[in-house]
């Protein structure tokens, strides 16, 4: 079992940055690949990031390519989403996902949002 727990959301500028932090349980994370999500209100569920269980390979939704970076830390259990240049139609409820079938990014595992494990998300506002 893995329980994913996300921090960092807040409200934020037009132009401004945050950094999204995503907590893991269990054993199984430092072999996973990661991901995060949005939902925006009104709107469906939508592919951000992902990254392959040792970070050397990320993924981007087009929409935030160039503004985000996805990171981890396995020796602390964590994955990272760094947001800049935001702008209001960041505003959403960011999750944080995990894929325990493979250590690489299975692309399709993420854009069809079929993860094992989702977090309980945080909340992005960005005011323009």
């Known amino acids: 079992q893995v329980q994913l727990v996300e921090s960092g959301g807040g409200l934020v500028q037009a132009g401004g940055s945050l950094r999204l932090s995503c907590a893991a349980s269990?054993?199984?994370?430092?072999?996973?690949?990661m991901g995060w999500f949005r939902q925006a209100p009104g709107k469906e569920r939508e592919f951000v990031s992902a990254?392959?269980?040792?970070?050397?390979?990320?993924h981007y939704a087009d929409s935030v390519k160039g503004r985000f970076t996805i990171s981890r830390d396995n020796a602390k259990n964590t994955v990272y989403l760094q947001m800049n240049s935001l702008n209001p139609e960041d505003t959403a409820i960011y999750y944080c996902?995990?894929?325990?079938?493979?250590?690489?990014?299975?692309?399709?595992?993420?854009?069809?949002?079929?993860?094992?494990?989702w977090g309980q998300g945080t909340q992005v506002t960005v005011s323009s």
């Open positions: 996902a995990g894929d325990t079938g493979a250590t690489m990014v299975r692309i399709w595992v993420f854009i069809q949002g079929r993860c094992d494990y």
């Open positions: 269990g054993r199984t994370f430092s072999s996973s690949a």
């Open positions: 990254i392959s269980w040792n970070g050397g390979s990320t």
